[in-house]
C-alpha cells in the first residue's frame, strides 16, 4: 500500500483565500484523522472520522475550517477564508479500529 | 486531565550516549502509551509503544520504561548515532477516549 497520501504538499496562498487540502486513507482503514502542528502549539487534533462520518470536531478552531469525508478513500479540509494564523504544517492519517496510527507526509500550508 | 506532559523540550547527545526523554499523564484510563518519530518533512512514524500490563518494552536500542503508579513513561536510546536526530513525540489512549493525545514533543540532536 502506498500509505497516506496527501495533497498538496506545500501550498501558498494570500489572506482571504480558499485552501483545500486532501487524504487518501490507506485502504481498509475505518478512522481517519487530521492534525495541525506548529512549532507553538505542536501536534493539535482537529477532527476525526469512524467510516466517513465526523465523531468529534471539537478542535476545528472556527468556523472557517470544515471537513468532510465523502467516502472511505477521501477527505478534505477546507478554510474559508485563510487567515496567517492558518500558516502550518496539516497531517492527514488513518487507522484500522484500534490499530496502528498512519500519518501522511503533510501539508504545509503558508498563508501571506 | 487529557494533558499529556513531555520533558525536554530539546535534547543534544553524543554519539554512542543514552538518549532519555520523559512523559507524564493523569488520566488513570489510559491504556495505550506510543512514541512517535518525526524527521524533518515527513509525518510521525510510530517508533515503539506498550501497555501498563508490563513495565518495560525493548526494541532493538529503543526501550520504554513504564511506571504506572507514578503515571510515568520514559523512552531510552541507547547508542544514539547521528541518524536518530529527530523529533519525538509521547502519546497515550484509552479509557473511551478513540483518539491520540501527544506530547509537546522532544527535538534531539545527535552530535558525532
Known amino acids: 500500500d502506498a500509505g497516506v497520501i496527501q495533497s498538496p504538499r506545500h501550498e501558498v496562498t494570500e489572506m482571504g483565500q480558499e485552501v483545500t487540502l486532501r487524504c487518501k486513507p490507506i485502504s481498509g482503514h475505518d478512522y481517519l484523522f487530521w492534525y495541525r502542528q506548529t512549532m507553538m502549539r505542536g501536534l493539535e487534533l482537529l477532527i476525526y472520522?469512524?467510516?466517513?462520518?465526523?465523531?468529534?470536531d471539537s478542535g476545528m478552531p472556527e468556523d472557517r475550517f470544515s471537513a468532510k469525508m465523502p467516502n472511505a478513500s477521501f477527505s478534505t479540509l477546507k478554510i474559508q477564508p485563510s487567515e496567517p494564523r492558518d500558516s502550518a504544517v496539516y497531517f492527514c492519517?488513518?487507522?484500522?479500529?484500534?490499530?496502528?496510527?498512519?500519518f501522511g507526509e503533510g501539508s504545509r500550508l503558508t498563508v501571506l | 486531565q487529557q494533558q499529556v506532559k513531555q520533558s525536554p523540550q530539546s535534547l543534544i547527545v553524543q554519539k554512542g550516549g543514552i538518549s532519555i526523554i520523559n512523559c507524564a499523564y493523569e488520566n488513570t484510563a489510559f491504556d495505550y502509551f506510543p512514541w512517535y518519530q518525526q524527521f524533518p518533512g515527513k509525518g510521525p512514524a510510530l517508533l515503539i509503544a506498550?501497555?501498563?500490563?508490563?513495565s518495560e518494552k525493548k526494541e532493538g536500542r529503543f526501550t520504554i520504561s513504564f511506571n504506572k503508579s507514578a503515571k510515568q513513561f520514559s523512552l531510552h536510546i541507547m547508542d544514539s548515532q547521528p541518524g536518530d536526530s529527530a523529533t519525538y513525540f509521547c502519546?497515550?489512549?484509552?479509557?473511551?477516549?478513540?483518539?491520540?493525545?501527544f506530547g509537546a514533543g522532544t527535538r534531539l540532536a545527535v552530535h558525532p
Open positions: 502519546a497515550a489512549k484509552g479509557g473511551g477516549y478513540n483518539k491520540l493525545i
Open positions: 492519517a488513518s487507522r484500522q479500529g484500534p490499530g496502528e496510527l498512519f
Open positions: 472520522f469512524n467510516n466517513n462520518v465526523p465523531i468529534d
Open positions: 506498550i501497555r501498563p500490563d508490563v
